[in-house]
Each structure stands twice: as C-alpha cells, then as structure tokens.
C-alpha cells in the first residue's frame, strides 16, 4: 500500500459556541478530497441523541458515498445532488451519551451505546436517532463496539430475507470480509451447516469463526462439485443470478446482499433481474436492505455477551487517518472491520 497522508486540517475561521473536529465531505471524489475541520456540534433533534463517539465503523458503503459511485446513491437519503447532503459521513459507531432529546426515554446522559446514525460518525460528535440505538454489550470495550452494527446485513439477510434454519446448508460468498465475518458466525450460531467462500489468505480465519467447509474461490469454484445449499448469501455479487441459482436447492434462498454492478445502477440490475425471475421459480431470490433498528443490536449485544460472536478487527486509525481508512476499505479486500477511533 503506498504510504497514506494524514488529513490537512482545513483553515477555518474560530467557531463561536460548541464545535468539534470532522471529516467535511462536500463534493464526491476520492477520500483524498475530505478535510478535516472545525465544525458545529450537532443538536439531537427531539428522538435523538448527542453521542460523543468513541469510535465509527469505516465501511465499503462508507466509500461508495464519498466517491459518490454508483451514481445511483447520489440520488439515495446517503447522497445528494449536486453535491453531498451531509456534510459528515460515516453512519456506525459507539460512544457514550452527551445529551437527550426531548422525546427519548430509552436513554439517559452517560450511556455507553453503540448503533446506526445515517451520517455523521466520522467527528468527534454526533446527532444519533434513538430507535437505531442500543447499549453496549457488556464484553466488548465502547471502542470494539463500533463494529457490531455491520452485523445487522448478515443478520437480518441470514434470519430474515434468508429464513435460514438449523440444520440446513448455507453458502457464504464473501466470507472474509466485514460482512461476511459476522455471517460465518451468525450462520453458525443459528445452527446451519456453513460452507465459505473466501481466497488463501482466509481459509484458516474464516474456518477459526465457525465455517465447517472452506472454498478458496483461487482454487476451486463453488460452483462446480455439484454441491445444493438451502441459503446462498452473496456479498460479493461475482457471478450471475442464474450461477448462483444453480447453487441452490429447488426451493433455495438466493439472497443478494451486495456488491458487482455497474457504475451507474449498482446491484439495480441485478435487483430487477430477480424480480423479474422470481414469478417463475421456486426458489426464492431476495434483495436485501438491511434495516437498523435497536431490537435486532440488542439482540446482537446478546449474542456477544453470551459469547456466540465476536467482532473481527482488521484496523484502527485516528479520526486524523481517515483518509487511509477509507483507501484501505476501498480497495475491497477487507479482513474485517476499519474503525476511526476519536480518542488517541
Ligand atoms: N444490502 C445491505 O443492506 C448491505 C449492508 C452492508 C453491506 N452491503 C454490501 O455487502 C458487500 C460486502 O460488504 P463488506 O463490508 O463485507 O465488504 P468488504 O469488507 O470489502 O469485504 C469484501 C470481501 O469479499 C472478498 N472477496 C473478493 N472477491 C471475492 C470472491 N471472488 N469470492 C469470495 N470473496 C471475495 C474480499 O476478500 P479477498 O479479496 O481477500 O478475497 C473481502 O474480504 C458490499 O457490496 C456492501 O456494500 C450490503
């Protein structure tokens, strides 16, 4: 990798009243375009909270959003037209209480929390709504927790969109990645028979998290061999519709969580093309959206109390190395989570 400026700090007038530093986005382009700056705290709104962030979870959506491609997010809540509607991105992180809205009874000043903001996280503070909210599970340090809420794409696409059930085969494509490394996981704890597809470098990471047959995609195809899972949970979008069909059982689950496309529409084509198919099959070909919400994170922070997952933590940078962050996830050979700490 080559070596990584930190962040020039943008010169900026001195702020009156409370202010904090952030990543300032305010065209698309590479991360090498955002600043770091001096900006207004926010204010929570009256189903808010005000989280001083302990930590924010850099992600490939993270990235999709500040290079502004496929332009299809442009025109989504994350984007805008012309340029960026957020003047901070970054939608995970953790951090403790600062403030409550008026309409909030969940929380109160000092919790330590962790969850979804819709942008924001990558500052010293932000204004999070309290429904995409839950506390900090008790094993994890308020630093760690920051990766947990990418887990909700593999939960709900697993549980959810999949329906999977123990005892039946699941087919992880993308299985080292920050997605994927929850999927093994959680596709184990739900009581599947778990078969993953990652390259070398993977295999014995991916077989560490729970997976009970590893694929190594630079030697073998998943799709040759003959194999039929009940669930196909796809977070690399490699391979087409019909490829990933032919994986499944007749009444299988493809479930397409992310990735490949075009430039322009993302995995749209893909989306289309299974709604398209779907009237003529039994097997079932879901999208999926995961949707934040506080139920499913307090379920997840179970789950890591009772010591059924973990966090897999490839990076932890200053809010000052953001830029390299962003570069690193980019690049989309995660090895797990990228966390921007706010505190060293
Ligand atoms: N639908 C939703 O709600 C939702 C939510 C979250 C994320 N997503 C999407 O899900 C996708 C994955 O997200 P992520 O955060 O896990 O990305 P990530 O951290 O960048 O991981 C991608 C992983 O895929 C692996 N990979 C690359 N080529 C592969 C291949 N041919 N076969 C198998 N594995 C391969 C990479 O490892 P190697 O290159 O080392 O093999 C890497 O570990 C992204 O497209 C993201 O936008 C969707």
């Known amino acids: 990798m080559q070596a990584q400026p930190h962040l020039t700090t943008a010169p900026t007038a001195a702020i009156a009243g409370r202010t904090m530093r952030a990543l300032a986005h305010r065209r698309y382009g590479a991360p090498g375009l955002l600043s770091l700056e001096d900006l207004p705290r926010p204010s929570p709104g009256p189903d808010e909270v005000l989280v001083k962030v302990h930590a924010a979870n850099v992600s490939i959506g993270d990235h999709h959003v500040i290079d502004g491609t496929p332009y299809l997010v442009r025109v989504t809540p994350y984007g805008g037209l012309p340029r960026p509607r957020n003047l901070v991105p970054g939608t995970t992180l953790s951090g403790v209480v600062e403030e409550v809205g008026a309409q909030v009874t969940a929380f109160e000043v000092g919790d330590e929390v962790f969850g979804e903001v819709g942008h924001g996280a990558f500052a010293e503070y932000a204004a999070a709504p309290a429904r995409a909210l839950a506390s900090k599970p008790r094993a994890l340090s308020l630093e760690d927790a920051a990766a947990v809420p990418w887990a909700m794409a593999a939960l709900q696409g697993l549980r959810d969109a999949g329906n999977l059930q123990a005892g039946q085969k699941v087919l992880l494509n993308g299985a080292s990645g920050a997605v994927g490394s929850w999927a093994v996981q959680l596709a184990r704890h739900l009581g599947a028979h778990v078969t993953a597809v990652c390259s070398t470098r993977n295999v014995e990471r991916v077989r560490a998290l729970g997976a009970d047959e590893v694929i190594d995609y630079t030697k073998a195809d998943f799709l040759q061999g003959g194999a039929r899972f009940d669930v196909v949970f796809d977070a690399v979008g490699n391979r087409s519709v019909a490829e990933f069909r032919s994986a499944l059982t007749p009444t299988g689950t493809?479930?397409?969580?992310?990735?490949?496309?075009?430039?322009?529409?993302?995995?749209?084509?893909?989306?289309?093309?299974?709604?398209?198919?779907?009237?003529?099959?039994?097997?079932?070909?879901?999208?999926?959206?995961?949707?934040?919400?506080?139920?499913?994170?307090?379920?997840?922070?179970?789950?890591?109390?009772?010591?059924?997952?973990?966090?897999?933590?490839?990076?932890?940078?200053?809010?000052?190395?953001?830029?390299?962050?962003?570069?690193?996830?980019?690049?989309?050979?995660?090895?797990?989570?990228?966390?921007?700490?706010?505190?060293?």
């Open 254 to 344: 493809y479930v397409a969580c992310g990735g490949g496309g075009s430039t322009w529409f993302g995995p749209l084509g893909r989306i289309v093309w299974m709604m398209l198919c779907s009237p003529f099959t039994k097997q079932r070909l879901k999208p999926l959206l995961a949707e934040p919400n506080a139920k499913d994170l307090a379920l997840l922070a179970e789950w890591i109390d009772g010591g059924h997952l973990r966090p897999v933590i490839e990076r932890r940078l200053p809010l000052a190395r953001a830029v390299e962050a962003l570069r690193h996830v980019g690049e989309g050979h995660a090895q797990g989570a990228t966390l921007i700490t706010m505190t060293s």
